[in-house]
Nanobody, 122 residues
Framework: QVQLVESGGGLVQAGGSLRLSCAAS????????MGWYRQAPGKERELVVA????????YIADSVKGRFTISRDNAKNTVYLQMNSLKPEDTAVYYC???????????????WGQGTQVFVSS
C-alpha cells in the first residue's frame, strides 16, 4: 500500500477553480492506479475521476465531465485534480485513492488519503 496525503482544498466561489494534489509515498507510485472520490454531507462517497498507472485509461463521472481533470506526475509521486467551473453541489470532502488495479480503483481502492475539504459558495 501507499500513503496518500491530499492538499489544496478550501473555500471558493461558484464558477471558480481549485487544484487538489495528492502526494504518495514509496517508490512504486508509477505502478498504482489513482482516483479521487468525494463525500458530501449526508451522502455516500462517490467516485469522481480515476486514472490508470500510466495514464492510458481514465474515468470521469458525468456530474463533473467537462469541468474536472485528473492528471499525474509519476516523477513527483503526485496526482492532481483540476476543478473548474465549480458549483455549490461540488462541496464535499475529497479523498485520494490508490490501488494496483484500475478496475479496483473504480470500485474499492485499497489505499485512502485523509481527505481535504472543498466548499463552494453560491
Amino acid at each position: 500500500q501507499v500513503q496518500l496525503v491530499e492538499s489544496g482544498g478550501g473555500l471558493v466561489q461558484a464558477g471558480g477553480s481549485l487544484r487538489l494534489s495528492c502526494a504518495a509515498s514509496g517508490r512504486t507510485f508509477g505502478s498504482y492506479a489513482m482516483g479521487w472520490y468525494r463525500q458530501a454531507p449526508g451522502k455516500e462517497r462517490e467516485l469522481v475521476v480515476a486514472i490508470s498507472s500510466r495514464g492510458a485509461s481514465s474515468y470521469i463521472a458525468d456530474s463533473v465531465k467537462g469541468r474536472f481533470t485528473i492528471s499525474r506526475d509519476n516523477a513527483k509521486n503526485t496526482v492532481y485534480l483540476q476543478m473548474n467551473s465549480l458549483k455549490p453541489e461540488d462541496t464535499a470532502v475529497y479523498y485520494c485513492a490508490a490501488d494496483k488495479f484500475f478496475s479496483t480503483v473504480l470500485n474499492g481502492p485499497s489505499s485512502w488519503g485523509q481527505g481535504t475539504q472543498v466548499f463552494v459558495s453560491s
